[in-house]
């Protein structure tokens, strides 16, 4: 089971948003973190962890091991007002996500 | 680049039959590297994970849906198919066909299909 918190986190353009993502139990660093647009799909951002996906901003940034992950956005700009999903691949099937945290402003 | 367009019916009455494929262009599907997935995303909860297949014939299946669950991978034409049996309206969501990369994140992911069961 993967637990997202906080549901809801309000923040301001410029400022930084931090998000968790807990495991039910140790996957290591198979942990992959998506941004879901209102009416858009997800898209990957992060994966093992802490690898950024193609043409994502180094201001945003994944860490942790283990069964605690975090997702940090510096500089929050418009396009970074979404859902944020996380999914644990370290332990599957199935694979699983968390029920994600909305950033808004 | 690879692009998934998933269509199918958006208005599914209860217990029948949900179908929907998924045609996926760019890429090849007999690409060992890639499982083809369904996700999707019921109106107000989390993303949940359907089912996963290579075309080599290993498949996956959430087990909370496996008992009414089949996937298929048509190789010769790009194809994915979803097949729900017995469909309640918990079964109402976007899905969405995704590319997985072996067994690990999903990426890309298609525009999403919304399904709704009702009367």
């Known amino acids: 089971v993967m637990t997202q918190s906080p549901a809801t986190l309000s923040r301001s353009p410029g400022e930084t948003a931090t998000l968790f993502c807990r495991a039910s139990?140790?996957?290591?660093?198979?942990l992959a973190w998506f941004r879901q647009k209102p009416g858009q799909a997800p898209r990957l951002l992060m994966y093992?962890?802490?690898t950024r996906a193609s043409g994502v901003p180094a201001r945003i940034s994944g860490s942790g091991s283990g069964t605690d992950f975090t997702l940090t956005i510096n500089s929050l700009q418009s396009e970074d007002f979404a859902v944020y999903h996380c999914q644990q691949y370290g332990d599957w099937p199935p694979w699983t996500f968390g029920q994600g945290t909305k950033v808004e402003f | 680049q690879v692009q998934l367009r998933e269509s199918g019916p958006g208005l599914v009455k209860p217990s029948e039959t949900l179908s929907l494929t998924c045609s996926v262009s760019g890429d090849s599907v007999t690409r060992s590297a890639y499982f083809w997935a369904w996700v999707r995303h019921p109106p107000g909860k989390g993303l949940e994970w359907v089912a996963s297949i290579h075309h080599r014939g290993s498949d996956y299946y959430n087990p909370s849906l496996k008992a009414r669950l089949s996937i298929s991978l048509d190789t010769s034409n790009s194809i994915l198919s979803l097949t729900l049996r017995s469909v309640t309206a918990a079964d109402t969501a976007t899905y969405y066909c995704?590319?997985?990369?072996?067994?690990?994140?999903?990426?890309?992911w298609g525009q999403g299909i919304f399904v709704t069961v009702s009367s």
């Open positions: 093992h962890a802490s």
């Open positions: 995704v590319r997985q990369d072996w067994v690990n994140w999903f990426d890309p």
């Open positions: 139990q140790n996957i290591g660093t198979n």
